[in-house]
């Protein structure tokens, strides 16, 4: 019987060694790899996609049709497995998603290179312009200064950065293809509308060399209008600039558009 118990212990003892040892060597050093990750915005109203000119309906009965559509993505990091914050560098850190550049599938990619080799569960990034970024002064903006002024993505310096720009027209009950202007971000350093979101992904974000995962965002702009607070467009919400209570219910009602629909690890 002794002989047996120790035959048995010797076995385990085995078998837990060949595991371990198993383990250890499928270990996967990533130590010095990046790669590339693109994040591919998606918009649509609800469950259609979006496309100008279409009529759309909210919840106040209000219809409305967008000829610009276009907002300011910030302060990307991404969350891996072992809860550790990768940040893109803060230079590049800044990006415009334009309705009007996306491709045949309505797609608007943002690539984001030499990210450090890791299992990705979340991503954060802003809407709009912090307020660090922006008391940085006209040089501390880089090259995106001009790059918004260009894309109308800017007041004036003074006044900052429009974080989202949709325009078009609307109609209610008391109006016909009235003008509808959503320009909502922060005023100077007076009004603070910067907001920021983090998605977790379906699965694991295989960042590699050699290796491009994709992440599909899909945005949707209904609830910019029927968010956290349904507004109505002759209640002021037609004309959306510096006003304090319309740019903080837009800002509020915008960070909460976004979700993760799904991943690719090619």
């Keep these: 019987m002794k002989i047996l118990k120790y035959t048995i212990a010797l076995l385990l003892s085995i078998t837990i060694a060949s595991c371990s040892s198993d383990d250890d060597g499928n270990t996967e050093d990533l130590t010095g790899q990046t790669g590339d990750l693109i994040l591919k915005f998606d918009n649509g109203v609800g469950d259609q996609d979006f496309i100008f000119g279409t009529t759309y309906t909210n919840d106040n009965g209000e219809t409305y049709q967008l000829e610009t559509l276009k907002y300011l993505i910030s302060n990307v990091s991404l969350t891996d497995s072992d809860g550790n914050v990768y940040t893109y560098p803060a230079e590049d850190n800044i990006f415009i998603v334009s309705e009007a550049n ?26 709009g312009i912090d307020q660090e970024r922006y008391a940085s002064g006209a040089d501390g903006q880089g090259d995106f200064l001009t790059t918004a002024q ?22 209610s009950e008391t109006e016909t293809d009235a003008a509808l202007n959503i320009h909502m971000g922060s005023v100077g350093t007076a009004i603070d509308n910067y907001k920021e979101t983090t998605l977790t992904f379906p699965n694991e974000v295989l960042v590699r060399e050699g290796n491009e995962p994709s992440v ?20 002021g919400y037609a004309q959306v600039h510096t006003d304090e209570t319309t740019t903080g219910v837009i800002a509020t009602n915008m960070s909460g558009i976004f979700s993760v629909h799904h991943v690719h690890n090619d």
Aim: hydrophobic share 40%; charged share 20%.
């Design 102 to 127: 996306g491709n045949t599938a309505g797609e608007i990619y943002i690539t984001l290179e030499d990210v450090d080799a890791a299992n990705y569960t979340q991503v954060t990034f802003g809407i």
């Design 150 to 171: 260009d894309e109308g993505m800017m007041w004036s310096w003074a006044t900052g950065y429009r974080f989202m720009r949709f325009d078009g027209t609307y109609t």
């Design 216 to 235: 599909h965002i899909k945005a949707d702009i209904a609830q910019v209008f029927d968010g956290v607070t349904s507004v109505s467009f002759d209640d």
